[in-house]
């Protein structure tokens, strides 16, 4: 997750407090999901941003995970086609494997 | 008005092995914050030899001596699968040295900014003197090169070296004392960029047998910047280039797009010709230095070799329409607007089947889709996947959901109208255009009838604006028919007859015509 955005998730929750942020991920490979969604809840992984050693513990979801939270047209007119690419599966697996170990913040 | 085709198509690579270190970003990082590093001293093992770049598959298909479906039939990984006959000179470019590469620098150098040992310089010449494209004359102006001492004494006042291997073979200074626009290193980086550029010019107009002063104009498209401090970026290396390759009944211009530049040249061109403003118009990029080793970490720490080892140059010539060569489609050009969004949905839609639905086309009526080539063997040890794979299962997917193709047959669409990348992750050079050659072609050939040509720029890397970018065009099979070009209209033959009949009538009246 690049230092520019997790600085962004920072500060956001500060503001707002962490249990009132969700942050809502939207890349396309499994082992990158896990690694922004761990990053939002452990702590930077890399040890190189803003979040290294910082466990904020906040709800995280894949765009994919929300599929029936979003009106169906607009699902599927954003994301209907990268559905059909993407290895849907390993990306819920992976986020909700992270969000289960280290998010305080799950409903 | 005549319809642009695509009259020729160069490509060149240019392995630079010593110039990874210095001049990649990657390393140049490395070496600033943490210069003992394990990375740094490992990297020079996985450094590949020239003979080893030649003989690499992705290379020859980028040179033209095989076309990129032939990449399937080779197993991976290709840098351990080399082609033993491969050849640096390709039926549509070369592979170039680094020694030769340095020479031609100094030719490109119109202000003296580069010196080169002096018998460094005489192997030079011997060398290039064998070669077609270089004229005598050309050869002429390297003239005499320097002592070594006065190369050493210039790098401790701050030029930039140049080295083959650890041996210090030149330098390029800067071209201003205080100008932070026009240091050593940056004219290292625009004078890689022109050299390289008229090393792809060259190539185009010699290997296409275009006389050079046929070229009517140039637009420039590669990702370097050139200008003082009063003028940052300003250009113009297309006129530069122009000038070193011998266009010289050209003037030209700088197109600049991120990695879409090239496609938004190619658009531009095409206008420019079925306009009727010029009847010739190169494209042409050179390479950007700060891209070697890009991903070199990577590949060092999972025992591949550096295969960010090369720069890349191309340059395409559209003229009018020759009966022959493939046409350029200026009315089906897709585009990814400001209000297009951002999502890879609506960037696709915007790309390739918008364009297609103006015209009653399918996503299947185009043979062939060049989108992002990079090479995939590059890009998958760094954790950024294959790249035109990812694009074709989108375009696949999109097809699927129009239906135009069933679900089931998304696998079989994307070996067919794909295919595997095999160009240089240099900017500006794997988009799109790395294929109009071969297209050329395959379109030629019968092969196929239509490709769509995609360039995609990330935009928001410039900090600017967060927008990407994109266009696409489609090339197709030239029927060979006459146009209406010079025909006149209905009103035109009425007025024509009426003034006519108007003559007649005033010769009947007077006996003369009026």
Known sequence: MDLENQKRVLDLSEKYGKENVVVIIGTSEAESAGLTAETVTAGDPTYAGPLAGVSLGLGVYHAFELKDQIDANVYDEQCGMMEMVLDVDAIIKEVSSIRDQYSQYKD | MSAPVVRGAAYILVHTPDMIMRYGTTCALEHEANPESEFLKKLPEYVRSYEEVVKYAPNQAYIGNILPDILNTIEKPWYKNLIQAADAEGKMGEIVSQDEFYAAIKLSDALDLVALEK????????????????????????????????????????????????????????????????TAHIMVENLVTKASGVIALKNLIYRNNIPADSIEYVIECSEEACGDMNQRGVGNFAKAICEVAGATGATGSDTRG??????????????????????????VAGGATAKLGMNARDHV????????????????????????????????????????????????????????????????????????????????????????????????ALGAKRGDIDKTSMPSFIKEH??????????????????????????????????????KGSLFLGRMTNQFDGVSIIMEKNTGREESTGAVSKEEVKEMVAEAMKDFASFLLNGKQG
């Open chain 2, 258 to 283: 991120f990695c879409a530049a090239p496609a938004h040249a190619l658009i531009n061109a095409a206008a420019l010709v079925k306009a009727g403003v010029y009847k010739s118009v190169a494209i």
């Open chain 2, 418 to 455: 794909g295919m595997p990348g095999f160009a240089p992750t240099q900017g500006h050079i794997p988009s799109g255009v790395p294929y109009v050659g071969a297209a050329r072609e395959m379109i030629m050939s019968g092969a196929i009838e239509r490709a769509m040509i995609v360039g």
């Open chain 2, 119 to 182: 018998d460094f310089l005489i192997e030079i010449k011997a060398k290039l003197a064998k070669k077609s494209l270089y004229t005598e004359a050309e050869l002429a102006k390297l003239k005499e090169g320097s002592e070594l001492s006065e190369i050493e004494s210039k790098v401790r006042g701050g030029a930039e070296p140049l080295y083959m291997g650890s041996k210090l073979v030149g330098c390029v200074k800067a071209a201003h004392d205080k100008d932070k626009n026009l």
């Open chain 2, 301 to 396: 720490n999972k025992g591949v070799p550096v295969l960010e080892d090369c720069l890349g140059g191309f340059a395409v010539l559209v003229t009018e329409n020759d009966g022959i060569s493939p046409v350029l489609r200026t009315d089906i050009v897709g585009r990814h607007t400001v209000g297009t969004g951002s999502s890879p949905q609506a960037v696709m839609e915007s790309l390739i089947t918008k364009p297609l639905d103006k015209v009653g086309m399918k996503i299947t009526d185009i043979d062939k889709y060049s989108v992002e080539m990079q090479n995939p063997e590059i890009t998958e040890p760094a954790g950024a996947g294959n790249v035109p794979l990812a694009n074709y299962k989108m375009i696949a």
